[in-house]
């Protein structure tokens, strides 16, 4: 039966989304709505200049961070979902980032998070 389910697991990705402070439950909730329920959520505060934060949309100092585990193949409808619903790819509304959890962590975390340790 593990073998089953890590096989329609497949391999897994975080993907970042930093927020102003308010949203970073909205966000959650939202990601939830769709099924995407593993991740971490954290406060955080901006520290790069002025003019840097305006560039990358983040000029309120106090943000919210969510790291959320998702499939790989999944990375492509939560960035749409934040699109959608955060205007995500919009100035001030926030970043979100993609990385591969095999870029990031070793072979035996790895097997282990997929359920095959």
Do not use: W
């Not at 709505?33 to 971490?40: A, E, K, L, N, W």
């Not at 790989?72 to 993609?98: P, S, T």
């Amino acid at each position: 039966m593990a073998d089953n389910l890590t096989e329609s697991f497949g391999p897994l990705s975080i993907v970042g989304i930093v927020v102003d402070k308010g949203k970073g439950k909205k966000v959650v909730k939202l990601l939830n709505s769709q099924g995407y329920d593993y991740h971490f959520a954290m406060l955080g505060r901006g520290t790069a200049p002025t003019d840097i934060q305006a560039y990358l949309g983040l000029n309120e100092p106090d943000k919210a961070l969510v790291m959320s585990v998702v499939r790989k193949e999944n990375v492509g409808a939560v960035m749409a979902l934040l699109k959608d619903d955060f205007g995500i790819e919009r100035n001030n509304a926030g970043i979100a980032f993609a990385v591969s959890m095999q870029s990031i962590c070793s072979k035996s975390v790895m097997e282990y998070l997929e359920g095959k340790n």
